[in-house]
C-alpha cells in the first residue's frame, strides 16, 4: 500500500528549499534545488508518490 506524501516549497529566484513528509508528519526528505527548469524536472523524478 502506497502511503500520501506531502511537499512544502519555499520558491526563491535562484533556489528552492522542499520538505516532503508522510501524513503522519514523518519528514521523508528536505533539501534545496535549483531554480531552473531542468533541476526541477530532475528533481520531481526523484521524489516518492504518489504527492499532493
Do not use: F, N
Amino acid at each position: 500500500m502506497e502511503s500520501i506524501h506531502y511537499i512544502g516549497l519555499d520558491v526563491h529566484k535562484k533556489t528552492i528549499a522542499y520538505c516532503i513528509k508522510t501524513v503522519a508528519g514523518k519528514t521523508v526528505k528536505h533539501g534545496t534545488v535549483r531554480s531552473e527548469r531542468q533541476a526541477l524536472r530532475e528533481w520531481q523524478s526523484e521524489i516518492p508518490g504518489p504527492y499532493s
